[in-house]
C-alpha cells in the first residue's frame, strides 16, 4: 500500500478531517505555496534572517521546489538569545497578543511570540492533535501542565477549549489535590508530563483512588523523552491509552506532532503548517526517509516568529508509510532524546530515556531513577539511582543484589557497564513537570 492509497475511516473522529487526510500532492503544493511565504516575510522582516541569507548567497526568490530549502541557513537557539528579547520577532511587539519563554539551564531565557493569528492557528492544531489521540468534544480535560510561561498549559488548555471540552486549568503540582479532582470531577483526558502523570499514579494509589476505575481514558504527554515502557507502565496504572505529544516553544508550543491512539506508533506531523526534514547533526547533511539524526523543523504559517530550518536538537526519524488511522501527514518516530543530552558512558553513547526502558518495569524497583554525574580525577563518572518497589526487601545484601541484577541488565541491553546505586522507596525525588533525569554534580566534585 502506498500513502496515496490510505483512505480515511469514516470511524475515526478527525477535527479537521479535510486538512489531516489531504493528497501528498496537495500537502506539498500547499506547503510549497506556505514555505515561500515564509520565506520571503523572515526576509523582509527580520534582519538576522536577511543577513543569514545574504552570507549564504540565497534569497526567498532561490527557493523553486521544497528541496530547495537545504540551500537555506540553519537557525539555532542561540540565535534566539543573541538576539534577546524580540530580535527575532517579524513584526513590532505592538501586534503581539502573548509572549512565551524557556528559563533554559544558562543565560538569558529563550523568548517566543505570537499574534492572535498564530494563537487560533496554535488552538486549533493543539485541538486537531488532541483529538487525534482520542479526546472528543465534550470531554472533561485535567491539564496538569504549568500554566505560565512554558507553553504546555496554555497551548493545551486553549486546544481543549477549541475542541469543545470542559478544561480544568490544574497546571502542576498540589498531587494529592489532582488525584482528588481526577476522580471527583471524572475526567476523561489527562493532559502532562509523563513522568508527572508517573507521580499521580503513585499518589493515586498511596490514597486509595483507583483511576483505572474512573472514566479517565487518555492521556496526552510529552515535553520530554519517553519509552515505551513508560507507555505501558502508566497505561495498566491509570487504565487509559498513553498517547506521545510532541512540541517546542520556539516553532510553537504542544501540538507540532502528536501520535494518533489508532496506531500509537509516531506522531503525525501537522505538515501543512510545519515542514520536517531530518539532518546528520555532525556533517549537517539531509538524511533520507527512515534515517535517524537531528529533526530541522520551518514554520510555513508563524506570522510573529518565523522560524527557518531551526535545528531542534531533537534526535529521530521520519516515516511515510501510510497509517491505519488515514491520515496523510507523515509521522515522526518517537524522540529518544536531544543530542545535548546524550551521556557518555566509558566511551558508549546513551541517552537517558534508554536507560529508563531498562528500569521501568524492572522486578523490585519503582519507576523513577536519576542518573548523577560525578567526577574523579580527570574523569566523568555516572551513577544511575535507582529505587526499591514498595514492599521489596530492603536491607543491605538485598540492595547489593539488586545493583548487580540492574548492572547487568544494563550491560546486556544497551551495552555500557553503569554505577548503581539502590535507594530506598520515596528516595528518589518525583517529577512535578518535566523531570531531572540528569543531576550533574561535576562542577561540585571537580
Ligand atoms: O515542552 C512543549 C510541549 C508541552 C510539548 C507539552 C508537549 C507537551 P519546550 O519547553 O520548549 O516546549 O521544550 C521543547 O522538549 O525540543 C524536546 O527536547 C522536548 N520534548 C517535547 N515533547 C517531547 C516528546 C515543550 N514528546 C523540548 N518526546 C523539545 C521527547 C519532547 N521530547
Redesign the pocket.
Known amino acids: 500500500m502506498n500513502r496515496q492509497s490510505a483512505r480515511r475511516n469514516p470511524e475515526i473522529f478527525m477535527f479537521d478531517p479535510a486538512a489531516e487526510t489531504m493528497s501528498r500532492a496537495a500537502l506539498a503544493a500547499l506547503q510549497l505555496e506556505r514555505l515561500k511565504r515564509s520565506l520571503e516575510h523572515a526576509y523582509a522582516n527580520v534582519p538576522h534572517y536577511r543577513n543569514a541569507f545574504d552570507a549564504a548567497g540565497v534569497k526567498p526568490e532561490s527557493l523553486s521546489s521544497l528541496d530547495d530549502i537545504a540551500r537555506f541557513p540553519f537557525t539555532l537557539k542561540t540565535d534566539l538569545r543573541d538576539n534577546y528579547p524580540f530580535g527575532m520577532f517579524a513584526l513590532p511587539r505592538q501586534q503581539l497578543a502573548r509572549l512565551h519563554a524557556?528559563s533554559g539551564t544558562t543565560g538569558r531565557p529563550?523568548v517566543v511570540g505570537y499574534t492572535s493569528g498564530d494563537l487560533d492557528r496554535w488552538a486549533g492544531l493543539m485541538a486537531r492533535s488532541l483529538a487525534c489521540a482520542g479526546a472528543a468534544p465534550g470531554d472533561l480535560v485535567h491539564n496538569a501542565?504549568g500554566y505560565g510561561l512554558?507553553?504546555?498549559g496554555l497551548?493545551?488548555h486553549y486546544g481543549a477549549e477549541r475542541l469543545g471540552c470542559t478544561v480544568v486549568p490544574m497546571s502542576g503540582g498540589g498531587t494529592e489535590r489532582q488525584v482528588a479532582l481526577l476522580s471527583d470531577f471524572g475526567a476523561n483526558v489527562l493532559?502532562a508530563?509523563p513522568s508527572y502523570a508517573l507521580n499521580i499514579a503513585e499518589v493515586a494509589e498511596a490514597t486509595g483512588v483507583d483511576l483505572r476505575k474512573s472514566p479517565l481514558r487518555c492521556g496526552?504527554?510529552?515535553?520530554?523523552?519517553?519509552s515505551d515502557a513508560l507507555r505501558s507502565e502508566l497505561e495498566q496504572r491509570l487504565g487509559i491509552k498513553a498517547i506521545?505529544?510532541?512540541?517546542?516553544?520556539?516553532i510553537m508550543?504542544?501540538?507540532v506532532a502528536c501520535e494518533c491512539h489508532v496506531a500509537q506508533s509516531g506522531?503525525h506531523g501537522w505538515e501543512d503548517h510545519f515542514l520536517f526534514e531530518v539532518i546528520d547533526p555532525e556533517t549537517l547533511a539531509p538524511k533520507r526517509f527512515g534515517e535517524t539524526g537531528e529533526l530541522v523543523i520551518t514554520t510555513l504559517s508563524k506570522e510573529a516568529l518565523p522560524m527557518i530550518r531551526y535545528r531542534?536538537?531533537?534526535i529521530t526519524r521520519l516515516d511515510d508509510s501510510p497509517c491505519a488511522c488515514g491520515r496523510t501527514h507523515l509521522r515522526i518516530m518517537?524522540?529518544t532524546?536531544?543530542d545535548d543530552d546524550m551521556l557518555i558512558v566509558r566511551g558508549v553513547n546513551v541517552y537517558p530515556s534508554q536507560l529508563e526502558a531498562v528500569l521501568v518495569g524492572f522486578p523490585g524497583l519503582s519507576p523513577h531513577y536519576q542518573i548523577v554525574l560525578t567526577r574523579s580525577g580527570a574523569l566523568d563518572a555516572v551513577t544511575l539511582e535507582v529505587e526499591l518497589a514498595p514492599g521489596a526487601p530492603d536491607d543491605d545484601d538485598a540492595r547489593v543484589r539488586k545493583s548487580a541484577e540492574v548492572r547487568h541488565h544494563i550491560k546486556s541491553n544497551i551495552g555500557v557497564t553503569c554505577d548503581i546505586a539502590v535507594k530506598r522507596h520515596g528516595e528518589v525525588p518525583r517529577s512535578q513537570g518535566?523531570a531531572v533525569r540528569v543531576k550533574d554534580e561535576r562542577k561540585s566534585t571537580k
Not at 496526552?220 to 519517553?226: D, M, T
Not at 506521545?244 to 516553544?249: A, H, Q
Open positions: 524557556s529563550t501542565y512554558f507553553t504546555g497551548g493545551a493532559c508530563t496526552l504527554f510529552g515535553a520530554e523523552p519517553w506521545d505529544i510532541y512540541g517546542l516553544s520556539e508550543g504542544p501540538g506522531l531542534t536538537r531533537d518517537r524522540v532524546g536531544r518535566k
